[in-house]
């Protein structure tokens, strides 16, 4: 915009110069105005030319900066994609990570559990182990000085009223099956002591 003022102050310039020389020596006037004339017409080819220059440059600059427009469009957008998958696979991965730490508190608390059960365990284990090596084997010595003594052999997968074995006499094996809830203790203690021979 600028330079178009100058050139439009630069004709007008040249026109009063035309105008002042008309009026002086014919011969140097002329020459002075066939020069004027000549840079006149040079200058509006000039002109030509920097217009021609600049509306290519224009053009050349509105389709540079459109297609990049365009191309920041596309990015845009291609980012924009980006993000909501992103955003997406946050909400899917918060919620997996949710659902993880339920699960590992639930198993935190059946590991909980079942370290409580394994110790219980372990102290039944030792009672058990303890009964093992210190009842059972005084029981069957029992049992056995038992037999020894009145040659009685006890069936131990009866009911908890019923008293049920075999006696081994000296010619014969006579079995014994006892109701305890209908008889009274020493009826049944001298049935069983009349099993047992007084002869040593």
Request: hydrophobic share 35%.
């Amino acid at each position: 915009m600028a330079q178009g003022h100058k050139f439009q102050d630069l004709e007008e310039t040249g026109e009063v110069l035309v105008a002042l020389i008309n009026s002086s020596e014919p011969v140097k006037l002329q020459q002075v105005k066939a020069e004027h004339q000549a840079l006149f017409y040079k200058h509006l080819e000039t002109k030509k030319i920097v217009t021609q220059i600049l509306k290519a440059d224009t053009a050349q600059i509105e389709e540079s900066a459109g297609k990049r427009l365009l191309d920041m469009e596309e990015q845009k957008e291609h980012r924009q994609k980006e993000l909501e998958n992103l955003e997406e696979q946050l909400q899917q991965c918060t919620a997996k990570s949710l659902i993880t730490d339920s699960e590992i508190q639930f198993l935190q608390n059946e590991l909980e559990s079942l370290r409580k059960t394994e110790g219980k365990l372990e102290t039944l284990q030792k009672e058990v182990d303890e009964d093992t090596t210190e009842i059972i084997p005084s029981a069957l010595y029992v049992a056995q000085v038992y037999y020894l003594i009145t040659k009685i052999k006890w069936e131990y997968d009866t009911p908890a009223n019923i008293l049920k074995g075999v006696h081994y006499g000296l010619d014969l094996a006579t079995p014994i099956n006892v109701d305890t809830s209908t008889r009274s203790r020493s009826d049944i203690s001298d049935q069983l002591w009349g099993f047992v021979s007084t002869k040593w």
